[in-house]
């Protein structure tokens, strides 16, 4: 049932008597609890926030409605982990409901200064007749792990030419100086990203808006990230409104980048190359970066997107985050690999590993399959017109993952793959690849999978929503051969 806007904007201590222990009891059913991915306890998950590391550990806060999988009152939920795999949840991080955040602690990000981590967010309010208006707040997280949140916005207004769609402040450090980025739109109804200045965090100086070459790509920008790789400018965000062309922007909303020479810092010029999306799959949005300790740029995305209706809503609960994920550059385009500390989820250290020459034909092999695991295939020799795995398997359903030689395509095929969900946008995701060997590298839970393909070029990251007994695995080789090496951790 739909909540009504009274319902979707409750804090958690104006929850029914029950109402939690209802929504904790209902997920316990779920067969679609996640194994290794960060969730939420009760309720809806968004963007990830406040990626950063401090004291030990890196932290990574979320978008939490508690009490419903529909979007409302934001909280910003706190976990953290050592070594980027194992998570603990630590509990709300940023607690929405004051003046200047009154209907929710909407996304933002993390630096640490004098020994604390600054959290600087946007406060999200609604006046009587339901306008929004936007606020850039600062919090405190200290050494005792306790957040205090500064009582007045540190940005307060929202400059001449935008609307009140101006939100998700990402933070970095520059010299003395810290710069962020915000996403906005502009009063034509275009997206854009704007640039601020400051000395200390508290006092910002609107700089103006990033020029790019995107003067009229979609209606709105979200979460935008500004980075530095391998000497390059980076320009991650989260664009609205793209139309679908050929195999690009077949999800509701996209999330991309543009990368080019550094932002110059002076004019806002930013020269840049085309704007490419970051995920080939059904279900990726919102993503951060940060800078972890040894220099490595992480990403993590939310594995979900605005607007649309998910299987696990039922049972009280949505979403995931994406396994972290390590970026590098090559040739202006974002590789992007799983963190190297992934295989610490690995049960066995050496797997269950076949190598075999597949003729036309499907086949398993004993000891490949199951719910929550790592799978490297590499498929050689390929003379077959289409090569590939299906996985999450049983006698109805199947997910579908193959390269056609012949188009030249990777195509993710979510068609049979259990619960439906999202059909009006399709069922097939897939890219141009060009290559005569291909590694799929796969990390599959129990309501999705994570796909890199040779090494990051291009990745998938989608849920699916098999049964509980859908857990076969099967190689296969139609319109000719080709050979298949491939190797199965369980986690
Ligand atoms: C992106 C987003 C952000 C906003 C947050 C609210 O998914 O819409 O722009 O800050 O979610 O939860």
Redesign the pocket.
């Known amino acids: 049932m739909k909540m009504t806007r009274e319902q979707r904007y409750r804090r958690i201590e104006q929850a029914e008597p029950g109402e939690i222990a209802k929504l904790e009891a209902q997920i316990s059913e779920c067969p679609w609890r996640q194994g290794y991915h960060i969730q939420p306890i009760t309720g809806l998950l968004?963007?990830p926030n406040g990626f950063a590391y401090y004291q030990g550990y890196y932290h990574l806060f979320y978008?939490w409605f508690p009490l419903g999988t529909e979007?409302g009152m934001?909280y910003w939920y706190h976990t953290r982990s050592k070594n980027l795999v194992d998570w603990e949840n630590v509990g709300i991080g940023i607690e929405p409901g004051d003046r200047y955040d009154s209907h929710?602690a909407?996304?933002g990000s993390a630096i640490e200064k004098d020994g604390k981590l600054h959290l600087l967010y946007?406060g999200?309010t609604r006046d009587e007749a339901w306008v929004r208006h936007p606020y850039q707040c600062l919090a405190v997280l200290d050494e005792s792990g306790s957040v205090s949140k500064l009582n007045y916005p540190v940005i307060s207004s929202v400059p001449t030419g935008y609307t009140e769609h101006f939100?998700?402040p990402k933070v970095w450090q520059q010299g003395e100086l810290y710069y962020c980025v915000i996403?906005a739109q502009r009063t034509d109804e275009t997206g854009c990203t704007v640039l601020y200045r400051s000395t200390d965090l508290k006092n910002w100086e609107f700089l103006g808006e990033i020029s790019t070459g995107l003067t009229n790509f979609g209606y709105m920008w979200?979460?935008p990230d500004y980075m530095e790789l391998d000497g390059k400018g980076v320009l991650v965000f989260?664009p609205q409104g793209l139309d679908a062309a050929g195999d690009h922007y077949q999800n509701i909303f996209q999330s991309g980048y543009l990368t080019g020479e550094p932002l110059n810092l002076q004019t806002r010029e930013f020269n840049h190359g085309e704007f490419q999306e970051l995920d080939r799959g059904f279900d990726f949005?919102?993503p951060q970066t940060m800078q972890a300790p040894d220099g490595r740029r992480i990403l993590v995305g939310?594995m979900g997107l605005?607007d649309l209706v998910y299987p696990t809503d039922d049972s009280g609960w949505a979403h995931c985050l994406t396994i972290p994920r390590q970026l590098s550059l090559r040739d202006g385009k974002l590789i992007q690999q799983p963190v190297a500390e992934i295989v610490e989820l690995r049960q066995q250290e050496e797997g269950t590993h076949i190598h075999a020459t597949i003729d036309n034909e499907s086949r398993s092999f004993a000891g490949f399959e199951g719910i929550a695991y790592e799978l490297i295939c590499e498929i050689s020799h390929v003379d077959a017109e289409t090569v590939g795995i299906e996985f999450r398997a049983n006698g109805a359903e199947k997910t579908v993952l193959l390269y056609d030689r012949i188009q030249q395509k990777v195509v993710l095929d979510r068609t049979m793959t259990g619960a439906k969900l999202a059909e009006q946008n399709g069922t097939l995701r897939q890219c141009t690849l060009t290559t005569d060997k291909i590694k799929f590298h796969l990390f599959v839970d129990s309501s999705s999978v994570e796909i890199f393909v040779n090494d990051g070029e291009e990745v998938f990251t989608s849920r699916i929503f098999p049964s509980r007994d859908s857990v076969d695995i099967r190689f296969f080789a139609h319109g000719g051969k080709a050979d298949f090496e491939a190797t199965q951790w369980n986690y």
């Open positions: 968004n963007d978008q979007h934001k929710g909407y996304s946007t999200n939100r998700d996403g979200e979460c989260s949005y919102a939310w605005p």
